[in-house]
């Protein structure tokens, strides 16, 4: 291991990315194309392309305040260890805000540190998953967890105090990589299960071990929750799902006014900082950079050719050449999965009633919903056939990320009811949403443009002209 | 490796097929079969109300073209192996399901199976993952509603006596099961681990009466026997394994396979059971939550753990062969701390990751297990 000056060079996820954003943090709010243009070459190209993709100049506002948001995350978590606070490790399907409430302690979210690293680490962060391979692993995990959690059992990266797990319930992979890190690396767990009931029993029961998670979580950090401190943050994660409720309106438009780029970062701000200010102030600019687009037709295309809803996860190792490529060709990215989270206004009456809007916040949480409801497939149908049809969407992709056993188990029911029901063709996609190992992204283009132009924009044309026929 | 009586001649005949001569005749009778697949299923229930329990299997069937269609091949083979039989035709003789979520891949086995074939009896028994009181409060209720709910359908008042009535005679079968391992797993073991598996995959595909004989007969037959020739004595652990032609392949390479900790073997009765004056439904309850050793739950590995380390000590093993089918994620990922917890107690470890049913895997498994056996001697 090399030495610096004294000190032990880390080579865990966490401090390489700490490292990177908080070079990024210097930037300016305002960045020139040229500045941008220096910067980017001094930098490895992994990193560079992401940086392109995020600084475009289409969504640069919001990009680099989605990075300054990012990098105070990283940097908060840092200084929480330092100071004593406890640092928590959650999947992304449990609500931050919980973690924000309390003073001694800080939400760390493993899919969310992946997709930095998979963003912003030369390598792509695949030597962790690599590492997580040796020790017997099996590749059948999910890299979007599986990425951060390798650098943990390492040895050689930010040690957490706590891990949460969310997904006992709603996915098996998640849960068990979870678990195994906890009694590897000896860190407490709290399990919160997802009940595969949605009567009000299931409900009843999810209340209850909410609760009960919030109890143990107040003993082992050492604190109880402030009712003050906790009414602040619902405040925020009011604030933020007025927000986020403003930009899922407007993506009723067409063309779309949102870019596509914005489900992303929007979800980056359900997945860190929801319940603070710096997720309502990146929200507030989306909300801007889109009205703005909305008020002058802005669209990067000619035309806008394809409404397209991603029925599960997206796809993170390269912003430039998914998001910001559909764009160009007319295809907009109005939704993922990880958009679905509902956010709801939560009552700030009294210190029981925001728990207990928390616990529906949690319950409502992507994957959580859909994939830990009674019946996967009819839970994630109801709401990718709602979502069509509330957005205009006019065909709809699966990203196939292979380690999703439970959506690849139902996904044939979805694409016959989706087109069946709803009218939108599904393009099943295979590959790694996290890994380019598997299918490079020059595949995942050349499939979305066949199936657009050959499925989706004939289907147009023929609705049009029928529409015209029928006078 | 041993002699074969008339009894267990009649198991592993009766062992090798979906609709056993058993079956046929049940339902010659005019009786009713329930279908169901994982160990938290209380079957009890099913036979209180005059139905026969049948867990699902697929015997390694190798087909998967028409569950493919429905599943993906990122899904597990057994559960594309059982749709693929319950889309064929094999499964008609059922009369209903019941659906419990014990993985990622059976629920979505489940769905598909029901969205073909939209049986008119299907019920969803939901089992917490976690061993909390509020989960077993939730976990009665459940059972409530799942005895409602076979009651309701098939038109049967399963009452509390004869639900005790088959507590007991279960109690009986768990009793002499746990006498089978003690001749299977004794100094000189008196039956293989094929044999045990064949004995076991039975007892959940007929009538307990019928069962309760066989078991008799079968360790009348083998009380004595003792099985020679094998090399080392392994214990087989891990995934839902109900392929008798597996164990007979790592056995035809010298390893007698004298324990285990599988689904299909031991864990579907190692149970310990309560005692005391109980309302026989809330029995049950605790009886399948707080013995659920698999990998489906969560805060509770040491359990799964120990419970391997006191078979490995109780069967004096040489070596552990730890399997899961390929995209099996909680034995997946249990088999890794398994396998470290095992080899911190000198135990050596085999770890297999195989496709379920694939006869053209069977030469490189063996050439492992055989690998594995010069190594431990």
Known sequence: MPEVIGTTVKEGLFDRILSLLSLLDRIPEYLSDEELEGVSAFLPDDVASTMNAFFHPRVRRAGIKYMKMVSRWVQEAKRAKQEGRKVILMPFNFTPEVIHAFEGAFPLTSE????????????????????????????????????????????????VDGIISATPGGCDANAKIHELVSHYLDIPQFILEKPVDNTERGKELYRRYFHTLVEELEEFIGEKLDEDRLRFVVENCNRASELYLELWEMRKNIPCPVPNLFSFFSYGCRFTMWGRPEAVECLEIMVEESARRLET?????????????????????????????????????????????????????????????LAEANWNMPMTRQMGGDSMSLCWLDDAIHTIKELNANCAIFCGHHACKQTWSVISILRTELMERAGAPVLCLQGDSWMKRMTPISVIQREVDEFVKNVVAPRRKGRKKATRKGG | MGPRGKAMEEVIRQSEMIENDYVKKWKSEGKKVLGYTCVMTP??????????????????????????????????????????????????????????????????????????????????????????????????????????????YFEVEITDRELLRVMEEYSLIRDKLRVLYEIREGENPGMTGAEALAVILLGSAVPAGVFLDLLDRVIEERRDTDISGYRARLILCGAATDEVDFIREIESVGGLVVTDALCYGSRAFWTVERGGEEDPLKALAHMYLE???????????????????????????????????????????????????????????????????????????????????????
């Open chain 2, 291 to 377: 013995n659920l050793l698999c990998p489906r739950m969560f805060d509770d590995y040491y359990s799964r753990r120990d419970y391997v380390l006191a078979a490995v000590s109780r069967a004096n093993v040489d070596g552990a062969i730890l399997v899961h089918n390929k995209f099996c994620d909680v034995h997946g990922v249990d088999n890794v701390q398994l396998r470290m917890d095992l080899e911190k107690n000198d135990i050596p470890v085999l770890q297999l990751e195989k496709e379920y049913g694939a006869k053209a895997d069977l030469g490189r498994i063996k050439t492992r297990v055989q690998a594995f056996l010069e190594k431990i001697g």
């Open chain 1, 112 to 159: 969310v540190l992946t997709t930095l690293g998979v963003g912003g680490l030369e390598g792509q962060g695949q030597r962790y998953w690599d590492y997580a391979m040796g020790l017997g692993i099996p590749d059948h995990l999910c890299s979007s967890s599986t990425i951060e959690l390798g650098s943990m059992l390492a040895g050689n990266d930010f040690e």
């Open chain 2, 43 to 152: 079957a009890e229930v099913i036979e209180a109300a005059g139905l026969l329990p049948y867990r699902i299997r697929a015997l390694g069937n190798p087909h998967t073209e028409m569950a493919d269609a429905h599943l993906s091949r990122f899904n597990c083979s057994f559960c594309r192996s059982c749709l693929q039989l319950g889309l064929d035709g094999t499964y008609e003789f059922l009369d209903g399901l019941i659906e419990s979520n014990g993985c990622d891949h059976l629920r979505g086995m489940f769905e598909n199976w029901q969205y073909v074939k939209e049986f008119d009896f299907f019920h969803y028994l939901k089992v917490p993952h976690i061993m909390t009181r509020d989960a077993m409060e939730y976990f009665e209720g459940e059972m409530e509603l799942y005895r409602k709910a076979i009651g309701e």
């Open chain 1, 297 to 357: 037709g802005a669209y990067p295309a000619e035309k806008e050719i394809a409404r397209c809803g991603w029925l599960y996860t997206g796809i993170y190792f390269d912003f430039a050449n998914l998001y910001n490529w559909m764009e160009e060709q007319g295809y907009s990215y109005l939704w993922d999965v990880l958009n679905l989270c509902y956010p709801q206004p939560i009552s700030i009456a009294s210190r029981e009633s925001m728990i207990d809007g």
